[in-house]
């Protein structure tokens, strides 16, 4: 198992020298590293990762709104409504069966 690793590390390292030896002296000419569609596509993983952090920000305001106060900066995880989970176990032994 240990040489799996190993092996799979100098893959790695190996995939990094070569990416290494042709992007910096591609950068150093000038030349772009992407072609336009590879730009396209950078972009919009980037704008739905902005999205997703949006919506993520925005459910966490509600749910401090609704619980009342703000969260504990020394906790890991929040707690979820139990009436919310009380309904979705409702739900899971209804389809179990």
């Known amino acids: 198992m240990v040489s799996v690793v190993f092996g799979m590390l100098f893959c790695v390292a190996l995939a990094l020298v070569v ?3 042709v992007a910096i002296p591609a950068r150093r ?6 072609t336009t569609e590879g730009e396209g596509v950078v972009d919009a993983a980037r704008e739905r990762t902005q999205r997703a952090a949006e919506r993520t920000q925005a459910i966490a305001a509600r749910r401090r709104q609704r619980i009342g106060s703000e969260p504990d900066p020394e906790a890991d995880i929040e707690v979820e409504d139990t009436a919310e989970l009380d309904t979705r176990a409702a ?3 209804l389809t179990a069966r």
């Open 19 to 21: 990416v290494a030896l």
């Open 91 to 93: 739900d899971t032994s």
């Open 29 to 34: 000419d000038g030349r772009a590293l992407l």
